[in-house]
């Protein structure tokens, strides 16, 4: 008995039934098939994705972006407080014995009456020692000084607690007659703290401009502390200037 295998009918496979596309070499190409028969040609091929020459020119674009970001970011000193640092900067001979006379200064307003107005004086070197060696570290403000610029500001500076450790810089003006003595100006901080390695000099690298907010809490702990013992009653003038002087202030016991 002989088995005869039974015909097999044609089969046609059109375009219109069957569709095969695949991903080849990492999503690049994308491959289909779109004739009447299926025979091992493939006929059309589609390239997706960035060219060599557009991947180069992403490459160069966002390079120099980077590279304009860090130069404007390292070259913050000279842009951000740069009279601030110079002032920062200026030798001022911070002691023990000196924040001690700024203390008795401010017992001495304590024993007065309160309301009663007078003028009292004292130099850079007692503030920034005071700074340094009193208050500073009670307001977590470390290697902390103080330098009075022109028009009566003061600024701050120090490694602050409440940046982190970071070095800090805040410019002030004097409000008259109110219990928040120091009104921030402005604000930095030095995000690479080159200041951390010489702490004798205030490096003028790094630093990026502080939104006052970020520094207020340090305000607000300055003027809780110096509005208990009084209040200026007078803006400083425009010529105010303790460098290698006195400063003097209007103020009334409280």
Not at 21 to 32: E, H, T
Not at 52 to 59: H, S
Not at 211 to 238: C, G, K, M, W
Request: charged share 15%.
């Amino acid at each position: 008995m002989t088995d005869t295998p039974p015909e097999q009918p044609d089969v046609d496979i059109r375009a219109d039934q069957v569709n095969i596309g695949g991903d080849v070499v990492g999503r690049d190409k994308i491959i289909s098939v779109g004739d009447d028969l299926i025979q091992g040609d493939v006929t059309n091929v589609t390239q997706i994705g960035m060219s060599p020459e557009a991947v180069r020119r992403l490459v160069i674009t966002v390079g120099a972006l980077v590279a304009v970001t860090a130069a404007c970011f390292f070259a913050g000193g000279i842009l951000v407080g740069g009279a601030a640092i110079s002032a920062l900067n200026r030798p001022v001979d911070s002691r023990p014995e000196s924040a001690a006379e700024f203390q008795q200064g401010l017992d001495e307003i304590a024993a007065r009456p309160a309301g009663q107005q007078f003028q009292i004086s004292f130099t850079e070197e007692q503030l920034s020692s005071y700074i340094r060696f009193e208050l500073g570290p009670q307001l977590g403000l470390n290697n902390g000084r103080a330098r009075i610029l022109p028009g009566g500001r003061i600024v701050f500076y120090g490694s602050w607690r409440g940046a982190a450790g970071l070095p800090i810089m805040v410019t002030c003006s004097i409000q008259p007659n109110s219990d928040a003595l120091f009104k921030i100006e402005s604000a930095a901080v030095q995000l690479v703290p080159l200041s951390l390695i010489d702490q004798e000099n205030v490096s003028n690298i790094g630093w990026t401009p502080a939104p006052a907010f970020i520094v207020q809490p340090l305000a607000d702990q300055l003027n809780a502390h110096f509005s208990r013992y009084f209040i200026v009653t007078e803006a400083p003038s425009d010529s105010s200037d303790a460098a290698g002087g006195f400063f003097t202030l209007q103020v009334m016991a409280k």
